[in-house]
């Protein structure tokens, strides 16, 4: 995805500007962490030359850039004020906010700054350093400490686009396992789709899907550590597991009885446990759709082994 440039996310429809109701609009989800300065309020509306129209976000009626003067209007109990509308999503509105609050006006601090790249960075992960230090105001080398510390940074994506719009992937490993999940969803895709999916070359989307074909796992010489092989060797359980006993006992368990997440959560797992038998189905699939059926097979253990994996985690640091 490239990266969006001021021009993307100027707003809509700059020649007109709209004449709404003050009391129709809604407060800003400000980059400033501050909020609004009264100080400059009090200024602009002192003034007696006309102020720029405000930006605002036409599906939510929310302040994107213009804040101060909408408190000014407010505060000569001005009836209507001049809007240029927004159409784009709410995280774009917020982005241009940041762009336009650091090009006029009061100044973003630092912290505002380094607040709004954060936010930026959970929104778009893929983005370069330098890309989002370039829509902040921050040193790329700032915001990859951002990124690094971010206590909601998740996995790295396979790609991380840069300033001048081109995806790189970051991981080969990571490439090959996110085409084994884009092949067990759409098992019929075409090369280029997979290698666009998965952020790698059409012909490394050619020797994963070759490799799944023949029962291997995704990665070269065995790929020790893939999703994929590790779901292949499951971790051998304690002692066996039966499912059906288990699934009631979750049912009896008040916690989730008389929950609406909790009998959410018990309907999931119940169609989604593969019991004693039904294998079968599944196992007299035509021959030239096995493959196909193996990956899918493959990419939901490894889904499934990570989840167990977080479970058993959690179980750990409660128990006594």
């Not at 109701?21 to 407060?27: E, G, S, Y």
């Not at 009264?38 to 509306?45: E, I, M, R, S």
Request: proline share 7%; charged share 30%.
């Amino acid at each position: 995805m490239p990266v969006l440039t001021a021009d993307a996310l100027a707003p809509r429809d700059t020649a007109t500007v709209a004449h709404v109701p003050v009391a129709t609009l809604l407060d800003a989800e400000s980059p400033r962490l501050a909020g609004v300065d009264h100080d400059h309020v009090l200024l602009l509306a002192g003034l007696e030359t006309a102020l720029p129209p405000i930006v605002v976000h036409r599906p939510t009626l929310r302040v994107v850039d213009g804040m101060h003067r909408l408190h000014a209007a407010r505060l000569n109990r001005r009836e209507t004020i001049p809007v240029r509308w927004f159409d784009g999503s709410e995280r774009e509105a917020f982005l241009l906010a940041v762009e336009a609050n650091n090009g006029h006006g009061l100044p973003l601090t630092l912290a505002d700054r380094r607040e709004s790249a954060r936010r930026i960075l959970r929104s778009w992960p893929e983005w370069s350093d330098r890309a989002v230090a370039a829509k902040v105001g921050l040193s790329g080398k700032t915001v990859g400490v951002l990124r690094r510390t971010a206590a909601e940074a998740g996995e790295l994506p396979a790609v991380r686009v840069g300033c001048d719009g081109r995806a790189r992937p970051l991981s080969a490993t990571e490439g090959r396992l996110r085409a084994v999940d884009y092949l067990a969803v759409r098992p019929d895709a075409s090369l280029r789709e997979i290698a666009r999916s998965a952020g790698i070359s059409v012909e490394t989307a050619r020797d994963v899907r070759d490799r799944l074909s023949r029962g291997e796992g995704p990665l070269p010489g065995g790929g020790a550590g893939s999703r994929a092989v590790r779901a292949a060797k499951p971790r051998e359980c304690a002692e066996p597991v039966d499912l059906p006993t288990v699934l009631d006992s979750l049912k009896r368990d008040p916690t989730l009885k008389y929950s609406d997440e909790g009998r959410a959560l018990i309907r999931w797992l119940e169609a989604r446990i593969v019991r004693q038998g039904e294998s079968g189905l599944l196992l007299r699939a035509p021959a030239h759709q096995a493959p196909k059926i193996a990956a899918m097979a493959r990419a939901c253990a490894a889904y499934w082994d990570e989840i167990a994996t977080e479970l058993e985690q959690r179980g750990t640091a409660v128990s006594p």
